[in-house]
């Protein structure tokens, strides 16, 4: 069985769950699924770092504006997106499904089958959050993208909505989102060993 670090900066969560692997080569494996509050603590990790790079870039977008008065907003929505996906792809690549929000609590992406995690199975897992995340939050902070006046029956979908995707790996066994679904991924508390790091640089 291949041992779990356990994070002391993790907050407190449901007891571990055990899943089983069997790789496509038939090595069987197992792999403690990274419990709902350690992801939650790595991904206010992530936001942290991601807005500070946004501050950055919201300001070069505000000095921006005075030259491409009329596109300076969606010129910033497009760079938005891609700050967005490029963190979350880039550092998942380059750290064999990791982000500095996922290393520092001592979690993983891998592919749910055993496989070798592939790009296009990130790029699946990060552009659906901003579905699950993205979308609602923009309707409720700045509704004005959206719609002149926001009406009240449109908060409350944009909250449900909201307070159904962040909930939804409450609801199963391996703590997934809609994203890991789609993707084929979990998220797992990383081994202490090197077999998984030198399994996903097959990619």
């Known amino acids: 069985m291949t041992a779990a670090r356990v994070n002391p900066l993790a907050p407190p969560d449901l007891p571990t769950v055990v899943r089983p692997i069997v790789t496509p080569e038939g090595v069987p494996l197992r792999f403690a699924v990274g419990r709902a509050g350690d992801r939650a603590a790595a991904w206010l990790v992530d936001m942290f770092l991601l807005t500070l790079l946004m501050i950055g870039v919201s300001i070069v977008a505000m000095l921006g504006a005075f030259v491409a008065r009329g596109w300076a907003l969606a010129i910033w929505f497009v760079v938005a997106f891609g700050l967005r996906q490029g963190y979350f792809l880039w550092f998942e690549v380059r750290w064999h499904g990791a982000t500095p929000g996922k290393r520092l609590i001592g979690l993983r992406v891998i592919d749910r ?91």
């Open 113 to 203: 089958q055993g496989g070798a995690l592939t790009t296009e199975a990130l790029v699946a897992r990060n552009l659906t959050r901003e579905v699950e995340v993205v979308l609602p939050a923009l309707a409720l902070m700045a509704p004005q993208a959206f719609f002149g006046n926001m009406p009240g029956w449109a908060m409350l979908i944009a909250w449900g909505w909201l307070a159904v995707f962040a909930l939804f790996p409450l609801f199963n066994r391996d703590r997934l989102r809609l994203g890991d679904l789609l993707a084929g991924t979990l998220v797992i508390q990383a081994p202490r060993g090197e077999a998984l790091v030198m399994r996903s640089r097959r990619l």
